[in-house]
Nanobody, 124 residues
Framework: RVQLSDSGGGSVQVGGSLRLSCMYSTEPYSRMAWFRQPSGKEREGVATIYRTGATYYADSVKGRFTISQDKAKNTLYLEMLDLKSEDTAIYYC????????????????????WGQGTQVTVSS
């Protein structure tokens, strides 16, 4: 069973940057991802990385966010640059042992393991 603990959220101004971290107990067989959930809205996928290092991003964050993994430290990262007010949300790391088709990369129900969430607030 994979245990996840995410951290690194905070309050920044528009245009600022943050790096989120997610420590995991053991590497999942398939992939890890970052999701976010704005207040009153559904959880949405942001970025995902396969165990080989292949990455995939939501259109809304392409060019601004980077997902990466340090396997020696059992840590997943999300580097967020040029933050916008619409990036405000609780961010969650997630993991799955199941091989997913691209169409399922950002379906929360396909992920079995979740961090507790970390709040990111972007203000102008």
């Amino acid at each position: 069973r994979v245990q996840l603990s995410d951290s690194g959220g905070g309050s920044v101004q528009v245009g600022g940057s943050l790096r989120l971290s997610c420590m995991y107990s053991t590497e999942p067989y398939s992939r890890m991802a970052w999701f976010r959930q704005p207040s009153g809205k559904e959880r949405e996928g942001v970025a995902t990385i396969y165990r080989t290092g292949a990455t995939y991003y939501a259109d809304s964050v392409k060019g601004r966010f980077t997902i990466s993994q340090d396997k020696a430290k059992n840590t997943l990262y999300l580097e967020m640059l040029d933050l916008k007010s619409e990036d405000t949300a609780i961010y969650y790391c997630a993991a799955t042992d199941v091989l997913l088709p691209t169409a399922h990369f950002f379906r929360p129900a396909k992920y079995d393991y979740w961090g507790q969430g970390t709040q990111v607030t972007v203000s102008s």
